[in-house]
């Protein structure tokens, strides 16, 4: 209000009281040396109901967008346990010895990487283990001349005494 004595100004706030709500406003008298103030009281009712309105349409959008947010969060995050779960699945089979188990389908995102990492690593696994199996029948292959050749040296020297 003082600020009004030297130039227009205008309350920050609503007032309100038995009679309603109001905005006031003040302006100097011309040539009123400073002296003298003229002051409105502007109703304001429709001001205040507009502003209890945007607090009640924020805040019920506030309450939607974390519901949205958090069923959004909801529905990520299973379909990432979904997708991990399978993996941990096949890593099982692996360990029990199942090393044909590949994963089939696409996520087009992270997982596919991890996916065609879990198949490489099971195919070398497989093809290691089946390079081992032929070279433990070889082993056993040239055991078993080794043990025949000994075998028929035995026989010559017994023979030959």
Known sequence: ??????????????????????????????????????????RAD???????????????SLVASILLALLFALYLSRGLTRR????????????MGNLASRIHGRSFDEF??????????????????????HAIAELQKAHHGLEARDDRCRGRIRVGR
């Not at 100004?9 to 003229?38: C, M, N, Q, T």
């Not at 001001?47 to 349409?57: F, G, I």
């Not at 596919?112 to 199996?133: C, K, P, V, Y």
Request: aromatic content about 6%; glycine content about 8%; overall charge negative.
């Open 46 to 60: 429709e001001v205040h109901n507009k502003l209890a309105e945007l607090r009640l349409t924020g805040l019920l």
């Open 1 to 42: 209000m003082r600020l009004g004595f030297h130039q227009p100004a205008v309350d920050d706030e609503l007032v309100k009281d038995e009679w309603g709500v109001f905005l006031s406003g003040y302006a100097p008298l011309i040539h009123g040396d400073g002296r003298y103030l003229v002051g409105i009281d502007m």
């Open 84 to 95: 991990i779960s399978v993996l941990s699945a096949h890593c099982r089979e692996l360990a």
């Open 112 to 133: 596919d990487d991890l996916t065609s990492a879990f198949n490489t690593m099971s195919g070398r696994i497989a093809a290691a283990r089946a390079e081992q199996e």
